[in-house]
Structure formats: C-alpha cells, structure tokens
C-alpha cells in the first residue's frame, strides 16, 4: 500500500543485511513517516509490546521474524533451549492477539524440524517471509470474499454504500490489504462508492491516526467520528453495515477486537445493521470456546488514558487530560458475542459465527 505515493510493506529485511528487520514506527503516524531497526529478540518484544508494531497479524509476523533473530543469537550447536525461552519471552509481549503465539509456535516446531540443516538459517528466514507471504495472500482473499457483500448493499442501494470500523484492521495492522479494509479497498478500486465511518478508537486513537491515514493515502472517502457516534448515525440509516477486524475469534465465532467493539455490535443488533468481522485463519483460536470467559484481555498502562498523545509540529506529544489524582482503568480489548456477528469474512469465504459453519470452512480444525 501507498504512503505519499510509494508502495511499502509493514515489515521487511533490510537490503543487504539479512540480520536486520526494519518496521514503520506506527507511533510516529500519521505525522512522521519513520523505519525502525530491529537486531534482537529484546527490540522484538520492545516493537511488539510498545506498539511500534501493532494488529494482529503484523504482530504475529513480527514475532515471526523475532524467532529468526533469535536462531541467529545462537551459539550452542543445539538451539532448543534458547530457542524456547525466548519463544516463551515473546508471547508474553501482548495476551490478546492469538496469532502472537501461532506464529511463534510455528516459528519453533519448525526450527527444530530442520535444527540439523546446514542451511538452517537461510530456510528460517523464508519461513518467516512465507508467513508474511500468507497474511498478504489472506487480505487479498478476505477482501474479494467481502467484496461480494459490499456489491449486494450496493445493487440494492444504488448509492454510496456507508461502512463504520473500528481501530485499524487496515494494511499497517495486517500488511498490504489489511483485514476489515481490504473488502473496502477492493470496492474503492473497482469504482463502487464507499463511504467510510472511522471510530477514533481512544484510548490511542489508531482510527483517527492510522485508519483515516490509510484511507487517505489511498483515496478512500472517509469522516472520523469520536467513538460515541455509531449508535446514532446508525439509528439514522447512516450506516450501511459494520466491518472490524480481530485479535482472536474463537471457535464458536466469539471475537475479540479493539474496546468498543462490542458496543458498535449492540447498537448494530439493535438497529438492523449487518455486522461483519474479518480475520484470517491465524486469528482463530482453535482451542477456545466461550470468549467473554476465556480470551485473556490486555490491561494497557493508565497513561494511555490520561493523556492524549498529538503532534507539537515537532514530535509526538502527550498531555494531561484527567485530574492527576484520578484513577484509570485501561481494558485493551472486548469480546462480541457470536450471536452479535452477522458472520465472519475469512480468506475462504463468508461463514456464520458459530462453530459448524467455520469449521466447515475449516475442516482440518474439527476434532
Ligand atoms: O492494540 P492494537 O492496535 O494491536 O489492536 C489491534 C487492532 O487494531 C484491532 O483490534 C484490530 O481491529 C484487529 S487486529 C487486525
């Protein structure tokens, strides 16, 4: 995707230095365009853990590559040990999204497979760009499968057809097309008229920066909206449907997504809309039932809420928005019902949320 007209992955290896992973520091968005370096498993858990990298798959494919960083900080002949620990150390860097842990369980099943190759390292480092390979190839799918429903609102409607989301499921979440935008992107390109609502996303905004940012720079009509407003511009018919992204789905179609989430799905419900969630397969939990009961749920720093972060025409900066001795309470994620979600745009199709529909989609899962 494009930033100021140049096409830019979310995550690559630095030409000419195989032992250097370069990311776009999304801290900086939308006001400064800046690449960050990555040497070890410690700036790995840095870049995950401080939202220099954020979105489900991005921080799958980042840790990825951090596994990879790790192989290279090896000195014994058997890596196990360390190759474990530092596995273990990386998925603690953030609970929610359940691809964090695929990946890296990915990553580690198959450096011990091939742990006795001469060319163990070269094959590693194609491992974690086949799964970055995969998180593209998944957008591209899950957009032309939602594709499809944006044309039906759109031959029903004969209008600009008006879609709300929210935080950033776009191209810096999950590379390239991004998950609940790709269908977007795909309907922009193909000259249907949409419309986007963007939540800002508080506490850290990544609607209001990121989203409209995307948007923006690929040409996409879009309002940002304080989080508030869907409920109202819903009741109103200004919105045509509901399309979010997702940090973890569980296997009975329960989905965790930014906080907030689950408020856009009742007032959605309530109003008739149609409620979408997108997700690539590496976002289902496979093993999880009940979401509201069992998806860990991040707790963020009170700084995130009691400040608010903007740009000084220099650099980043946060002020004081709460009294200073008022506490806070900073929920990173919520779980939506299965019951709320009108279905779940995956790369292979459109399924309903519940358990037998995905895992008709995805047979290799049933038990
Ligand atoms: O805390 P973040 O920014 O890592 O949260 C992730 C998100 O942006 C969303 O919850 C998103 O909608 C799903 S991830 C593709």
């Given at each position: 995707?494009?930033?100021?007209?140049?096409?830019?992955?979310?995550?690559?290896?630095?030409?000419?230095?195989?032992?250097?992973?370069?990311?776009?520091?999304?801290?900086?968005?939308?006001?400064?365009?800046?690449?960050?370096?990555?040497?070890?498993?410690?700036?790995?858990?840095?870049?995950?853990?401080?939202?220099?990298?954020?979105?489900?798959?991005?921080?799958?494919?980042?840790?990825?590559?951090?596994?990879?960083?790790?192989?290279?900080?090896?000195?014994?002949?058997?890596?196990?040990?360390?190759?474990?620990?530092?596995?273990?150390?990386?998925?603690?860097?953030?609970?929610?999204?359940?691809?964090?842990?695929?990946?890296?369980?990915?990553?580690?099943?198959?450096?011990?497979?091939?742990?006795?190759?001469?060319?163990?390292?070269?094959?590693?480092?194609?491992?974690?760009?086949?799964?970055?390979?995969?998180?593209?190839?998944?957008?591209?799918?899950?957009?032309?499968?939602?594709?499809?429903?944006?044309?039906?609102?759109?031959?029903?409607?004969?209008?600009?057809?008006?879609?709300?989301?929210?935080?950033?499921?776009?191209?810096?979440?999950?590379?390239?097309?991004?998950?609940?935008?790709?269908?977007?992107?795909?309907?922009?390109?193909?000259?249907?008229?949409?419309?986007?609502?963007?939540?800002?996303?508080?506490?850290?905004?990544?609607?209001a920066r990121l989203t409209a940012f995307e948007?923006?720079?690929?040409?996409?009509?879009?309002?940002?909206?304080?989080?508030?407003?869907?409920?109202?511009?819903?009741?109103?018919?200004?919105?045509?449907?509901?399309?979010?992204?997702?940090?973890?789905?569980?296997?009975?179609?329960?989905?965790?997504?930014?906080?907030?989430?689950?408020?856009?799905?009742?007032?959605?419900?309530?109003?008739?809309?149609?409620?979408?969630?997108?997700?690539?397969?590496?976002?289902?939990?496979?093993?999880?039932?009940?979401?509201?009961?069992?998806?860990?749920?991040?707790?963020?720093?009170?700084?995130?809420?009691?400040?608010?972060?903007?740009?000084?025409?220099?650099?980043?900066?946060?002020?004081?928005?709460?009294?200073?001795?008022?506490?806070?309470?900073?929920?990173?994620?919520?779980?939506?019902?299965?019951?709320?979600?009108?279905?779940?745009?995956?790369?292979?199709?459109?399924?309903?949320?519940?358990?037998?529909?995905?895992?008709?989609?995805?047979?290799?899962?049933?038990?």
């Open positions: 995707m494009r930033i100021g007209g140049r096409h830019y992955h979310t995550i690559w290896i630095k030409e000419n230095d195989a032992a250097i992973v370069q990311v776009i520091d999304q801290r900086k968005l939308p006001f400064a365009f800046e690449v960050m370096n990555i040497r070890t498993v410690e700036e790995t858990f840095f870049a995950i853990r401080e939202m220099v990298v954020r979105g489900a798959p991005l921080i799958g494919v980042t840790a990825a590559y951090g596994m990879y960083l790790a192989l290279l900080e090896c000195n014994e002949r058997d890596p196990e040990q360390h190759l474990l620990e530092k596995a273990t150390y990386l998925k603690s860097s953030r609970p929610t999204a359940v691809n964090l842990a695929f990946a890296v369980d990915e990553m580690v099943d198959f450096i011990l497979q091939h742990k006795t190759e001469a060319d163990l390292v070269e094959k590693t480092l194609e491992k974690a760009q086949q799964l970055k390979q995969a998180e593209i190839d998944f957008g591209d799918k899950i957009g032309e499968a939602g594709l499809e429903i944006i044309e039906k609102i759109f031959a029903e409607k004969q209008g600009t057809v008006n879609i709300l989301t929210h935080c950033n499921a776009g191209w810096l979440a999950c590379i390239d097309w991004g998950t609940a935008t790709a269908p977007i992107y795909k309907a922009h390109l193909k000259g249907i008229p949409v419309h986007v609502w963007v939540d800002e996303t508080r506490p850290r905004n990544q609607g948007l923006g720079e690929e040409d996409v009509p879009h309002t940002v909206i304080p989080d508030n407003t869907g409920g109202h511009l819903m009741q109103h018919g200004m919105v045509d449907m509901v399309i979010v992204g997702s940090d973890r789905t569980t296997v009975s179609g329960d989905v965790a997504n930014k906080i907030g989430t689950y408020l856009k799905a009742l007032a959605a419900n309530d109003n008739g809309v149609p409620f979408y969630a997108a997700l690539p397969s590496s976002t289902f939990d496979w093993e999880m039932e009940d979401g509201v009961k069992e998806i860990p749920i991040e707790q963020r720093a009170a700084e995130e809420v009691a400040e608010i972060e903007g740009w000084n025409g220099q650099a980043v900066q946060s002020v004081r928005l709460i009294p200073e001795k008022s506490p806070v309470a900073n929920y990173g994620f919520d779980v939506t019902p299965a019951r709320l979600v009108s279905g779940l745009i995956t790369e292979r199709g459109v399924c309903e949320a519940n358990k037998q529909s995905i895992l008709n989609l995805f047979p290799k899962y049933k038990k």
